[in-house]
């Protein structure tokens, strides 16, 4: 059995124009929302053994920002210069290329990509995969180059406007 969570980097700032796409950082909401989101996965017991990030500044700030929540060591965190930019063919391609020793995985990158993922490895409708997202799955294989398009069983879809909206 494998485990994958999908997460789109939280709300990145647009203040300097001049920046950089790569280099945009975390906006306040976005600063908010990845912590957030990490003592959520905690809360739901949620482990990784494996987290692939982008290296754009906000995918790396929102993957720290959650492993520091669920106790991963910020080490651990693999930067993957194929993430940036990536449709979700190549996700796809990223992911089965894991080795079998990983059972849980996060994959923190950005939209279109995420959203795509989501739909293909669960035939899902999901319209938008909002910042900070989190969807998750799960696959009856033992070797993640087995996981295929609609093979992943959903086990949530988490963004923070749902959050904010549970915990009122």
């Known amino acids: 059995m494998k485990q994958i969570l999908l997460c789109r980097h939280a709300k990145s700032s647009w203040k300097d124009p001049g920046l950089v796409d790569r280099d945009r950082p975390l906006a306040r909401r976005g600063r908010r929302d990845a912590p957030r989101m990490g003592r959520e996965l905690a809360r739901r017991c949620i482990r990784v053994d494996r987290i692939l990030c982008s290296p754009a500044k906000r995918t790396r700030k929102t993957a720290r920002k959650i492993a520091r929540e669920i106790d991963f060591p910020r080490r651990g965190i693999v930067l993957v210069e194929e993430i940036y930019g990536a449709d979700s063919g190549m996700l796809l391609k990223l992911i089965r290329a894991q080795k079998k020793k990983y059972h849980h995985l996060m994959l923190v990158g950005h939209n279109s990509a995420i959203t795509e993922l989501a739909n293909t490895l669960g035939d899902l409708d999901i319209a938008n995969v909002p910042t900070c997202g989190v969807v998750g799955f799960s696959f009856a294989v033992e ?9 992943g069983t959903p086990l949530f879809f988490l963004y923070p406007k749902l959050l904010a909206r549970q915990s009122d």
């Open 143 to 151: 070797r993640w180059e087995d996981v295929r398009q609609g093979c």
